[in-house]
């Protein structure tokens, strides 16, 4: 007989409403506006996993966001935009193939100089740093000797080379992560 993945499906509605003031001395006037406030906008989540016997299973995500003030997707061009992926492991860890966060976001979303709430931090380096990346291949290994986690990814790119605009590699990329977690402590490089 063939198994069949149970598909969970979750979501987060991020609405508030801000009064914003621009002060004398400055363009515009007091107004008030509905936005996100901050949980990385409204999204909502499609996952599954399936057990494959011998401590296999398989895994797959599909997440799309959207402006709740509008009910629009908040991308244009990408119907699953945030995270896309699907994926094997077991007890030798996790290898997951698609559109993923990057370890550079995940490694700084720990902190209190994150990514989303401060825009500080190491992502000041890099200014060209996204969230997520496009093709993807991210092997995670099973947390090693109470509390170490590794983390490799690899993008190979994608289409034609745009030497003319300076993207020789077109979205390539490789990432390397270490994180450790113990209670409280959390160490991530």
Do not use: C
């Not at 997440?63 to 699953?80: A, H, V, Y």
């Amino acid at each position: 007989p063939a198994a069949m993945a149970e598909v969970h499906v979750s979501g987060l509605v991020d609405v508030g409403i801000q009064s914003v003031d621009p002060g004398t001395g400055y363009n515009g006037s007091k107004q008030v506006v509905q936005d996100n406030m901050g949980a990385g906008g409204s999204r909502l989540n499609f996952t599954a996993k399936e057990d494959l016997g011998g401590g296999m299973f398989a895994i797959g995500v599909a997440e799309l966001g959207w402006n709740i003030d509008s009910g629009n997707q908040d991308s244009t061009t990408k119907t699953f935009q945030r995270q896309t992926y699907a994926g094997l492991g077991g007890g030798w860890g996790t290898l997951t193939v698609g559109r993923q966060y990057r370890e550079l976001f995940l490694v700084g979303a720990v902190s209190s100089y994150n990514y989303t709430a401060s825009g500080t931090g190491i992502f000041f380096l890099n200014t060209g740093t996204g969230v997520r990346q496009d093709n993807d291949i991210k092997y995670t290994s099973p947390t090693i000797g109470g509390g170490l986690t590794i983390a490799a990814s690899y993008a190979p790119g994608e289409g034609q080379d745009t030497v003319a605009t300076g993207g020789k590699d077109n979205d390539k990329f490789q990432e390397v992560a270490a994180k450790f977690r113990s209670g409280p402590l959390s160490v991530n490089a």
